[in-house]
């Protein structure tokens, strides 16, 4: 990221707060990293003591700070990805992205609104019609700026066939991605984003299910809600960590989807993303990096042990993110 020099005091204060900086660098535009210079304690730089002059005056021939997140190659070796480096380009595609997903929501909304009587009459628990304009909406707006590429369509079941889809979870861009395969996923979603303007609305007429984490009720409503769509011919979405992961390694998979697969008969179809943890870090989605999105669907599974499910459907995403490398 390439923040400007003025105000200074302002500026190494955002650096410190916001992205947790261990050091700023900096740099000249005609002669490259300057030598290196005294680094000065948090508490001096945001003081307007004679150190802070002194910053002052070193960078006043300088151009620009550079700036390095924390963020970017954080964590342990073992880490399954290297979070890429963000730049000024990364947050200005992060705007461009805003606003293009946000001005194609609006228009495809108001057709949402229109057709949403008749799908309640004809349609109520697939709403294909629904999910039809969710897909030009996800397809308009990743378009721009990254392409997807699919392996293993031919393993999807028939598309008003019941199943439970499973996938692990890196990034705000997976929903996008799923998306795109244009299936009647009812997506499982907290309770706070319904109130989104226009994307949250839609999303309550496309039927995703509302939950709140840490309610035990909300969780048994919402499975409850999740067997009743499948035994009507619906199918419905889980992200089995939970929540996203920011280094691309999995966590333990919950076994609520596997526990209505095995009740009610439903496929588990597991499906691997790669590449939106790249593009769009969990924590960081105010930037959009360049990259390119994969999505690998893999053959159905068919159990009545939740257990078993669970972990096959677990070694089978692993296994293929550690194949994608």
């Keep these: 990221m390439v923040l400007n020099c003025y105000p200074y005091k302002d500026l190494v204060g955002k650096c410190f707060k916001n992205y947790s900086l261990r050091q700023c660098l900096v740099f000249d535009k005609r002669k490259g990293p300057c030598p290196p210079m005294q680094i000065l304690h948090q508490d001096e730089m945001f003081s307007c003591k004679p150190n802070y002059y002194k910053l002052h005056n070193r960078c006043k021939v300088l151009s620009s700070f550079v700036v390095r997140s924390d963020i970017a190659g954080a964590g342990s070796p073992a880490a399954a990805y290297q979070l890429p480096e963000f730049q000024l380009t990364s947050k200005v595609r992060g705007v461009c992205f805003y606003a293009v997903t946000s001005t194609v929501a609006i228009f495809l909304f108001v057709l949402m609104v229109l057709g949403h009587p008749f799908v309640l009459l004809r349609d109520r628990y697939q709403r294909s019609f629904h999910h039809f304009i969710a897909k030009i909406w996800a397809s308009m707006t990743v378009f721009p700026f990254f392409n997807i590429k699919v392996e293993g369509l031919e393993n999807l079941p028939p ?43 839609a999303m309550l007429l496309m ?66 993303l790669v590449g939106t943890g790249k593009i769009m870090p969990a924590g960081m989605e105010g930037i959009l990096n360049p990259g390119s999105v994969k999505i690998i669907i893999h053959q159905p599974l068919q159990g009545d042990n939740p257990d078993a499910l669970c972990n096959e459907a677990f070694n089978i995403i692993s296994n293929e993110l550690v194949r994608q490398g």
């Design 207 to 272: 039927g995703v299910i509302p939950l709140k984490r840490m309610d035990s009720r909300s969780q048994l409503q919402t499975l409850k809600r999740c067997m009743e769509i499948v035994k009507n011919g619906g199918s419905v979405f889980f992200f089995p960590e939970g929540t996203r992961s920011k280094d691309g390694r999995m966590g333990i998979f919950k076994k609520g989807a596997f526990s209505i697969a095995a009740k009610t008969g439903a496929p588990v179809v597991p499906i691997t």
């Design 159 to 201: 598309k008003n066939s019941p199943a439970v889809y499973v996938s692990n979870h890196q990034s705000f861009l997976d929903i996008y991605a799923l998306l795109t395969l244009g299936r009647n996923l009812k997506l499982i979603s907290k309770t706070a984003i319904f109130l989104f303007p226009i994307v949250g609305w």
